[in-house]
Structures are given as structure tokens and as C-alpha cells.
């Protein structure tokens, strides 16, 4: 006697195709490729905003130390850190690992200003169109 046979059945398994896959790189690829393209230009934005936070800090303890000894000589900012007004050596540089530089007293178009705290931005080559100002008042 033989067994009874039963009809195989079969399940319709779903898989993904060679071309369906292929799809789904290139997507991936276009979209590495986009973010590749942008991203030099957002790190530089942000170690733009990032050197900006740090002109408004020694600001802050220039104003500070200002109301005790007056303003410090040009290029002077290292009295800071000595007397503590700043906590470390590298608060006093840019995003760029770059000096700030610091003049007093100052001109800002042609009106005077008590002083500038100027960065040569990502070229580091100061008087290009990348340089990054503060003085007093412009947040007003």
C-alpha cells in the first residue's frame, strides 16, 4: 500500500530582485554623494558660529577685566588667561587653531569703536572677505 500523497504545496516566497537592489544603492549612493558635497560648507558655518561664541567670551572678560585695569595692549589678550579672566591659552584662538587678534582702540566703517577682536577665518590670511569681526555694541 502506498501512502497517500498529499499535493505539495507550494509558498510564494518574496524576494527582493537584482534590480530592486541595485535601486536601492544607487539611491543610497546619490544620497552620500549630496551630503558629501554639503558638508564642507556646514562644518565651515559651524566653526564660523563656534569662533563667533568665542569673540562674544573674551568679550565678556574684556569687559571684565576693563572695569579693573582698562583695556589691555594690542594684541595683549594673553593677560586673560594669566589673571584668570580665561581659563586656558586656547580660548584665545579661533575654530581654525588661529590667534584672535585684538586691536584697541579701533575702527569699524569709519566709526570709532573701543576695539575689535578679528579672526582671518578659514583662509587665514586676514583683509579677505571670509575674516570674522567683533566689537563691542554690534549685537545692539
Do not use: C
Amino acid at each position: 500500500m502506498h501512502a497517500p500523497t498529499q499535493p505539495i504545496r507550494r509558498t510564494a516566497r518574496r524576494a527582493f530582485t537584482i534590480i530592486e537592489l541595485m535601486v536601492v544603492l544607487l539611491l543610497i549612493g546619490v544620497l552620500m554623494g549630496i551630503a558629501a558635497i554639503n558638508l564642507p560648507g556646514v562644518i565651515n558655518r559651524g566653526k564660523e558660529k563656534a569662533t563667533r561664541a568665542s569673540m562674544q567670551v573674551i568679550a565678556t572678560a574684556l569687559q571684565e577685566y576693563q572695569m579693573e585695569h582698562g583695556y589691555p595692549s594690542n594684541n595683549g589678550l594673553q593677560v586673560l588667561v594669566d589673571q584668570q579672566y580665561l581659563t586656558k591659552p586656547s580660548d584665545l584662538e579661533d575654530s581654525w587653531d588661529q590667534p584672535i587678534e585684538f586691536l584697541a582702540p579701533s575702527q569699524v566703517g569709519g566709526t570709532d569703536v573701543a576695539y575689535t577682536l578679528r579672526s582671518a577665518g578659514k583662509d587665514q590670511q586676514f583683509d579677505t572677505p571670509d575674516d570674522i569681526i567683533y566689537w563691542p555694541g554690534m549685537d545692539d
